[in-house]
């Protein structure tokens, strides 16, 4: 059975592209049948951040890639699911350490003293003989005596990688191909820090082979790390899983994806208005790419659709406007009260309504949800489109808008505007359609000529969201009002 896990740090908020790892790891699981777990990779104490387990399983569980073993969420209670666990490596150090000593025993390990010190001059002098900076394993050979001498002197140690020498490691990545790498050029890695805690490197392998993971999907920043992970399988006697190493995602300047371009985290994107289903299609296309050229997918199609084998080996390019221009496709085909759930947080916030009045309201919120519908691309944009229809002490200044209000044509629209306003008893859509439709054909005003001035009269704008269903918003009495403000203009 395919078994894979996603395994973060709790160092914050979401990554899109750590959400992107978890997606891809979830769809795989799925379309094989398998198991998707969440573990914890918190042996690195100086980055854990209050609050990352509960951000981690909060954006997991919004976007819909849920993990069905490890770390798990019941009823806002943090759980862990399993019989692997614990699934939090600090719950796990006793294995670590007992596997770690069976490197020592074969010597394949090895205890090093060398000083923070020592070490930074050690690689400054290779850089300034153009060598690749690595450890020069200057503890490999200490006598047993010698490393018990100086444990006994209290003298800080890690724990290190014993490598062999002029030896070649080779690995079939799932989207690379054949990797190959002599261990002449690699670095003896620190297994275990001064603080007791091992490194990833040492801990991935460990969880990894004994929680049964069969596919290791991952970022491709940990590829040359790869082949000393590959190794340890070996040193253990353990077969190695199928690793899958994906594309970075990319900035415009075709840099790995950060936040001096804007919002990174799944946190951001969610708090704009984002619609998760959206986020998680556009991620899915990052990378991978379907048979065909379809562009929208449910999770449930993305699950059926998805083959490691089409992942690209090439960064892909966050491009927000394509992500804008997915999101605004989902919020087009939102059911109405469904559209309006999620537009209330953001009207609120925008001052136009209170949360007590948001029951007494449904049917003028649905109204703005429509009028929205075709204007957004993401929910925390109602606020400035709202504000060009809302706003009623505007002042048009624009010369071409101007120009409309001067018009000859547009003292007679006016003034019959106002009378045929006043003459309804409730001022909708479909009323203000039949009264435009009336003016054009008793006073002989279209086109341009009808709707331009219309519309700069009651926002103060020359261009907006359909002009009947801004009335309809509106309401008789805040439209007579407005008009009658800018008698002064027109006549």
């Given at each position: 059975m395919v078994r894979n896990r996603f395994a973060p740090s709790p160092t914050g908020n979401v990554h899109v592209g750590s959400l992107r790892t978890a997606l891809y790891n979830y769809l795989f699981a799925k379309k094989m049948g398998g198991e998707f777990l969440l573990r914890l990779e918190d042996t690195d104490q100086t980055r854990f951040e209050q609050g990352a387990v509960e951000n981690l399983l909060n954006a997991l569980n919004q976007t819909g890639v849920i993990p069905n073993e490890g770390l798990i969420e019941i009823n806002g209670e943090v759980i862990q699911k399993g019989d692997f666990g614990p699934y939090i490596q600090s719950e796990r150090l006793d294995i670590y350490h007992k596997h770690l000593k069976t490197l020592l025993d074969h010597g394949q390990a090895y205890h090093c003293?060398?000083?923070?010190?020592?070490?930074?001059?050690?690689?400054?002098?290779?850089?300034?003989?153009?060598?690749?900076?690595?450890?020069?394993?200057?503890?490999?050979?200490?006598?047993?005596?010698?490393?018990?001498?100086?444990?006994?002197?209290?003298?800080?140690?890690?724990?290190?990688?014993?490598l062999p020498e002029n030896v070649v490691i080779s690995f079939e990545d799932g989207v690379r191909g054949i990797i190959e790498m002599?261990?002449?050029?690699?670095?003896?890695?620190?297994?275990?820090?001064?603080?007791?805690?091992?490194?990833?490197?040492?801990?991935?392998?460990?969880?990894?082979?004994?929680?049964?993971?069969?596919?290791?999907?991952?970022?491709?920043?940990?590829?040359?790390?790869?082949?000393?992970?590959?190794?340890?399988?070996?040193?253990?006697?353990?077969?190695?899983?199928?690793?899958?190493?994906?594309?970075?995602?990319?900035?415009?300047?075709?840099?790995?994806?950060?936040?001096?371009?804007?919002?990174?985290?799944?946190?951001?994107?969610?708090?704009?208005?984002?619609?998760?289903?959206?986020?998680?299609?556009y991620l899915a296309l990052l990378g991978w790419s379907p048979e065909d050229d379809q562009e929208i997918f449910t999770m449930e199609e993305l699950i059926q659709a998805f083959d490691l084998s089409r992942i690209n080996k090439s960064g892909a390019v966050f491009d927000r406007s394509k992500l804008n221009w997915m999101n605004a496709h989902y919020i087009k085909e939102l059911p109405i009260e469904i559209l309006v759930k999620n537009l209330i947080p953001f009207i609120i916030d925008a001052g136009y309504i209170q949360v007590e009045d948001v029951e007494n309201r449904k049917e003028w919120l649905e109204k703005i949800g429509e009028l929205l519908r075709e204007r957004i691309e993401y929910f925390a944009q109602a606020k400035e489109e709202l504000t060009l229809i809302l706003k009623n002490d505007f002042v048009v200044t624009d010369e071409e808008a101007l120009e409309f209000l001067r018009a000859e044509s547009t003292k007679r629209l006016y003034h019959v505007l106002v009378e045929k306003i006043e003459a309804t008893d409730v001022l909708n859509a479909s009323c203000g359609k039949a009264i435009l439709k009336e003016i054009q054909k008793q006073e002989k005003i279209k086109g341009k000529m009808l709707y331009m001035p219309s519309r700069i009269m009651i926002t103060g704008e020359m261009h907006g969201p359909d002009l009947t269903l801004i009335m309809d918003v509106l309401g008789k009495d805040e439209i007579l009002a407005r008009l009658i403000s800018m008698k002064s203009i027109i006549e």
């Open positions: 003293f060398c000083t923070k010190e020592r070490l930074e001059a050690v690689r400054d002098s290779q850089k300034l003989a153009g060598q690749t900076p690595k450890y020069d394993g200057h503890c490999r050979n200490l006598s047993p005596e010698d490393v018990q001498s100086k444990i006994d002197e209290g003298i800080p140690y890690v724990i290190r990688l014993k002599n261990t002449n050029d690699l670095d003896d890695q620190v297994l275990l820090k001064t603080d007791g805690f091992p490194t990833y490197h040492l801990a991935v392998v460990i969880d990894d082979h004994l929680m049964g993971i069969t596919h290791v999907i991952r970022g491709e920043e940990w590829l040359p790390s790869t082949p000393k992970h590959v190794y340890l399988y070996q040193c253990f006697g353990w077969d190695a899983p199928q690793f899958v190493h994906l594309p970075n995602i990319l900035n415009d300047d075709h840099k790995k994806l950060s936040k001096r371009q804007g919002d990174v985290s799944v946190g951001d994107f969610l708090a704009k208005g984002y619609l998760p289903e959206a986020l998680v299609n």
